[in-house]
């Protein structure tokens, strides 16, 4: 047998289902990319990267625009040709043809006969999922594509300096010195609701969700109910309260906080009686005191260590000794091999708010400054992050 047909044989059957657990999935994603790295050529990862990428993601905006996935899934997601495709969204058969089946080239739908197709879960999701389409809009052409595109004559200007001034980055380079990354997300609204969109599927579908890894029996353990168990900081939509009272449903009724500045919280829906919304800017003393639990999730990687040790000290000064804990949801980077999903984040973070993904010496060094002690770091092997266990010191 051929190495061809080894391998064939190898993968005919394996997709996201065939592992135990996405640690797994994880692991075996990254050994096909560095097999899929090791038989390409120079000019082969060239191609992908500035060809091949580029042209999907348009391809996809179009098709997505045009109600394709939208009207596919809605008549069943069947095998469909593009002139039937193009008959459900009133379209040109002869354009959808030509985007379709450069989809299909890359496996992202399965080609099943002539110029006839059948979805894969990707293409379902796009169709079902109100969020997914986002990350392939604005976020995609407006601002991943902005910031990474301005990020290589920034680095230059800077005579290539790690740069740590949040006032002084990518996106002052390209809008002007007066603008930040948020304030350039939301100046448009299509692009605000759409990076909104973006990040709750970056929520869903790459971060680990906090009760999954770390204990959360141990807060409902000796809590004392007549003050609140969790207050969730800078969390906007509230959905990892949600995912706590997911696992524990009988926490008694509002005994969950959802802190964040007012203009957010307004929008923010919250139907479950646990959970209460009160407006805080978490730059200022915090007012909830002697909580069992204070959770920061994707909150201190948005800011460079001075604001984000200020951040931490007004959770410390709020903190009930040998009681509350700070529990710090976040990315931490390897010092060896760090993952893709990792640096990939690190450098989003240099490009849109001129901050970084931290180390874990990072983060206890971090932590210290702000009167507080590392207890325990909870994190699955691969994952892109982990919750960070702390007290007061």
């Not at 657990?21 to 075996?28: G, H, K, S, V």
């Not at 496996?107 to 389409?133: K, M, Q, R, V």
Request: hydrophobic share 40%; net charge negative; charged share 25%.
């Amino acid at each position: 047998m051929s190495t061809l047909d080894r391998l064939s044989t190898a993968l005919e059957h394996l997709n996201s289902e065939s592992f135990e657990n996405d640690d797994d999935r994880l692991r075996a994603e990254n050994l096909l990319l560095e097999a899929l790295t090791r038989i390409r050529t120079p000019w082969d990862i060239a191609w992908n990267h500035n060809w091949v990428s580029p042209a999907t993601n348009g391809a996809v905006k179009t098709l997505i625009d045009a109600g394709v996935f939208k009207q596919w899934t809605k008549h069943g997601s069947k095998a469909q040709t593009s002139t039937e495709l193009a008959r459900l969204t009133d379209t040109d058969p002869a354009l959808i043809k030509r985007l379709v089946r450069h989809l299909a080239a890359q496996h992202l739908l399965i080609e099943t006969a002539e110029d006839t197709y059948e979805p894969t879960p990707w293409a379902t999701t796009l169709g079902t999922d109100s969020a997914f389409p986002a990350i392939y809009g604005t976020l995609y052409h407006d601002i991943t594509t902005v910031v990474f595109g301005g990020m290589p004559p920034f680095l230059k200007k800077t005579e290539y300096q790690n740069p740590t001034d949040p006032s002084n980055g990518v996106i002052q380079h390209l809008q002007g010195p007066s603008v930040s990354f948020y304030e350039y997300i939301v100046s448009d609204s299509i692009r605000n609701k759409e990076f909104t969109d973006a990040m709750e599927c970056h929520s869903k579908w790459i971060t680990t969700a906090w009760p999954d890894v770390f204990p959360t029996d141990t807060l409902l353990k000796d809590a004392k109910m007549d003050r609140p168990l969790v207050v969730d900081i800078g969390s906007s939509l509230g959905h990892d309260l949600e995912k706590l009272l997911l696992k524990h449903p009988e926490i008694p009724d509002w005994s969950l906080v959802l802190q964040d500045l007012p203009g957010v919280l307004r929008s923010v829906q919250i139907s479950n009686k646990a959970i209460t919304k009160d407006p805080y800017d978490f730059f200022t003393p915090q007012p909830i005191m002697c909580a069992r639990a204070y959770l920061l999730h994707k909150v201190l990687h948005n800011w460079p260590d001075k604001q984000a040790v200020a951040i931490m000290k007004n959770v410390a000064d709020a903190m009930e000794k040998g009681y509350s804990k700070l529990l710090i949801h976040e990315s931490m980077v390897d010092n060896v091999k760090p993952s893709l999903r990792t640096t990939t984040s690190d450098l989003t973070m240099l490009a849109s708010v001129t901050t970084a993904e931290r180390t874990v010496k990072e983060w206890h060094d971090l932590i210290a400054a702000a009167g507080l002690k590392v207890v325990e770091i909870w994190k699955l092997p691969t994952a892109i992050d982990g919750v960070i266990e702390t007290e007061l010191a």
